[in-house]
Nanobody, 125 residues
């Protein structure tokens, strides 16, 4: 069993930055891929970014490429999502997730083992 707790969400203006964190517990953190998804009101949950256990493989959704950066600190059992140049369309609940491999999170449907509870990000125009 893995527990995931997100933090760092909030209300910001367009163009601002936020850094989300996800703390994991309950299993060896470095043995699995981590990622972020988001779900806007009235829309399906969508893939945002994923990082392999070693950090050597990273994928981003096209909509966030160049603006968001995913990273992880295996010593602190934490994955981060640095979000820059935020846009109103980035408004959503952001969820942390684990998977056996980074590539499986990009699948349709994505293969995810565990989900966090989510953190709200609201970007005003």
């Amino acid at each position: 069993q893995v527990q995931l707790v997100e933090s760092g969400g909030g209300l910001v203006q367009a163009g601002d930055s936020l850094r989300l964190s996800c703390a994991a517990s309950g299993r060896t953190f470095s043995s699995y891929a981590m990622g972020w998804f988001r779900q806007a009101p009235g829309k399906e949950r969508e893939f945002v970014a994923t990082i392999s256990w070693s950090g050597s493989i990273i994928y981003y959704a096209e909509s966030v490429k160049g603006r968001f950066t995913i990273s992880r600190d295996n010593a602190k059992n934490t994955v981060f999502l640095q979000m820059n140049s935020l846009k109103p369309e980035d408004t959503a609940v952001y969820y942390c997730a684990t998977a056996p491999a980074a590539a499986t999170m990009r699948g349709i449907p994505p293969k995810v083992d565990y989900w966090g509870q989510g953190t709200q990000v609201t970007v005003s125009s």
